[in-house]
T-cell receptor, first 115, second 110 residues
Framework: DAGVIQSPRHEVTEMGQEVTLRCKPI?????LFWYRQTMMRGLELLIY????????DSGMPEDRFSAKMPNASFSTLKIQPSEPRDSAVYFC?????????????FGPGTRLLVL | RKEVEQDPGPFNVPEGATVAFNCTYS??????FFWYRQDCRKEPKLLMS???SGNEDGRFTAQLNRASQYISLLIRDSKLSDSATYLC???????????FGAGTRLFVKA
């Protein structure tokens, strides 16, 4: 299995631009999670989906952030417009959720720098 | 108060040492617990789940104390390759919400 795939791996953009991060979960997994990691705040859960349905987006910092999961094999996290404080590593993770003990498998992350 | 708190670290230990990390959580309804490991500039990876009865995996032992809302990780006979950040992770009951601690950095030196 290829594991969780994220693209791009690195993104440098200017303030005000739209940024779209992509994630392909592990085949057969039914849950998908988006995280953001910074030195100051650590790893924060932004949103999670179960069976392609957003379950909890309370971690999304503000309306500039949106996430979609149109099918079981693809999800996007969009920032529009981007700001310098959005600079972080964004991880996507997936799991096969049946009980609370399921392991989350993380992708390699997208390193975002907003100038 | 943070929902999951860990020893701040960093821990600097020689090879062969035993080191213990602690973690406390605030939500008494928390359902499941894990330790993840994150290497520098890499993604987090599951190290081990933490069960009520405690569990061991080679040199690693994890324990859970629900009454005190406390989780621990013990690493025996530390190796250079154990150098990483160790993240305490809690799943809140009733949903998928996963909360990561800030992590504890471990440096094992020769």
């Amino acid at each position: 299995d290829a594991g969780v795939i994220q693209s791009p791996r690195h993104e440098v953009t200017e303030m005000g631009q739209e940024v779209t991060l992509r994630c392909k979960p592990i085949s057969g997994h039914n849950s998908l999670f988006w995280y953001r990691q910074t030195m100051m705040r650590g790893l924060e859960l932004l949103i999670y989906f179960n069976n392609n349905v957003p379950i909890d987006d309370s971690g999304m910092p503000e309306d500039r952030f949106s996430a979609k999961m149109p099918n079981a094999s693809f999800s996007t996290l969009k920032i529009q417009p981007s700001e310098p404080r959005d600079s972080a590593v964004y991880f996507c993770a997936s799991s096969f959720w049946q009980t609370f003990q399921e392991t989350q498998y993380f992708g390699p992350g997208t390193r975002l720098l907003v100038l | 108060r943070k929902e999951v708190e860990q020893d701040p670290g960093p821990f600097n230990v020689p090879e062969g040492a035993t080191v213990a990390f602690n973690c406390t959580y605030s939500n008494s309804a928390s359902q499941s617990f894990f330790w993840y490991r994150q290497d520098c500039r890499k993604e987090p990876k599951l190290l081990m789940s933490v069960y009520s009865s405690g569990n061991e995996d080679g040199r690693f032992t994890a324990q859970l104390n629900r009454a005190s809302q406390y989780i621990s990780l013990l690493i025996r006979d530390s190796k250079l390759s154990d150098s990483a950040t160790y993240l305490c992770v809690v799943n809140v009951a009733g949903g998928f919400k996963t909360i990561f601690g800030a992590g504890t950095r471990l440096f094992v030196k020769a």
